[in-house]
């Protein structure tokens, strides 16, 4: 059980179009997910915190009108890159935890690998 | 964000126990230790847990001290399908957006 999907695993797209990754928790309900960002070599970095029926908590430094956040049930989010540049190819990988108290898991998808020409 | 220190790295021979600390001197009392790990182009994976008490379950064992100021993930006999990055994070209470925050980790190499 706790099984996260991520959709797609990778994508290669060109500088100036937007790119959805789909984040999906397929045997429980997820209501709060994550997305984390990750470079080659590097930790994973929070980027914001997905609350499903409300907006994103994006952490400091993030723009939320580059990566947009949309929960819209308890087992999707998904996060577009608008107009994507070569910065921005990077490892996306999102996390779920079920409505349970602050001390139970988080769950990782497989991550998405995105490469932006 | 209270802050943990972990090895850059550490290698152990394939069989043998593996010993990898983590420091948490500004652990406060409610923050739980976990531990993840991320094997080469995945996502991180839950190994273990704890608050208190020491922690056993079918992937590792967890060793607090008295103090909560440091913690040990223990893996009994270290295999190939173990090297990966080990993270150890103190968990934001849910009013802090019940947020893991992650460091640099220890690199673990397994040498057969």
């Known amino acids: 059980g706790a099984v996260v999907s991520q959709h797609p695993s990778w994508v290669i797209c060109k500088s100036g179009t937007s790119v959805k990754i789909e984040c999906r928790s397929l045997d429980f309900q997820a209501t709060t997910m994550f997305w984390y960002r990750q470079f080659p070599k590097q930790s994973l970095m929070l980027m914001a915190t997905?609350?499903?029926?409300?907006?994103?908590?994006?952490e400091q430094g993030v723009e939320k009108d580059k990566f947009l956040i949309n929960h819209a049930s308890l087992t999707l989010s998904t996060l577009t890159v608008t107009s994507a540049h070569p910065e921005d190819s990077s490892f996306y990988i999102c996390s779920a935890t079920p409505g349970r108290p602050y001390q139970e898991t988080q769950y990782f998808g497989p991550g998405t690998r995105l490469l932006v020409l | 964000d209270a802050k943990t220190t972990q090895p850059n790295s550490m290698e152990s021979n394939e069989e043998e126990p593996v010993h990898l600390p983590c420091n948490h001197s500004t652990i406060s009392g409610t923050d739980y230790i976990h531990w993840y790990r991320q094997l080469p182009s995945q996502g991180p994976e839950y190994v273990i847990h704890?608050?208190?008490s020491n922690v056993n379950n079918r992937m590792a064992s967890l060793a607090i001290a008295e103090d909560r100021k440091s913690s040990t993930l223990i893996l009994h006999r270290a295999t190939l399908r173990d090297a990966a990055v080990y993270y150890c994070i103190l968990r934001q209470p849910m009013e802090y957006g019940n947020k893991l925050v992650f460091g640099a980790g220890t690199i673990l190499r397994v040498k057969s």
């Open positions: 704890g608050l208190t």
């Open positions: 997905s609350n499903e029926g409300s907006k994103a908590t994006y």
